[in-house]
């Protein structure tokens, strides 16, 4: 187990990770017969863009985006997810995961969603379909 030292703050959000392969769309003859879907629809790519800390497109962005958000001093991701999970099999486990991910042309999403705010997450969660879009807590 790691036991951090230094500044600890109490954090009012929770942390996710949407991988995205293709975003549905509104056809034209659903939104006819339901034209607020395509608002609705509209404002939730646009909340997950606005809440977007970070994104990541290709297996070299994301060694780069997780060696850097892990203290900085890692050659690789592959480096920094073995200490962060104090386990080499996990790290590697996680690894694999995401450039699986990246290799279907996934694009990662980090969002960082307020407590307040648990209904995005819950819509976030219905989306998912397990084929264009997933959706999971944690942040590497």
Same mark, same amino acid.
């Given at each position: ?14 942390s ?6 293709q975003?549905? &769309?509104?056809? &034209? =003859? ?18 997950? =863009? ?13 060694d ?5 958000k ?17 386990? &080499? ?6 690894y694999? &995961?995401?450039?699986a991910?990246?290799?279907?042309g996934?694009t ?5 969603i ?9 819509m976030?969660r ?6 264009n879009?997933?959706?999971e807590?944690g942040?590497?």
């Open positions: 187990m790691k036991i951090r030292q230094g500044f600890v703050t109490n954090s009012s959000s929770s996710f990770v949407l991988a995205v392969k975003l549905p &769309e509104v056809d &034209e =003859e659903v939104a006819k017969s339901h034209p607020v879907l395509k608002y609705v629809y509209k404002m939730v790519i646009d909340t997950i =863009e606005g809440k977007s800390d970070d994104v990541v497109r290709t297996l070299a962005e994301y780069k985006f997780i060696s850097g892990v203290y900085g001093r890692y050659a690789t991701a592959l480096d920094a997810l073995i200490y962060e999970y104090d386990d &080499e099999e996990g790290g590697k486990k996680l694999a &995961e995401r450039a991910v990246f290799n279907k996934y990662l999403y980090y969002l960082d307020e407590y307040s705010d648990e209904s995005l997450a819950d976030l219905a989306m998912s379909d397990g084929e879009i997933l959706f807590e942040y590497l």
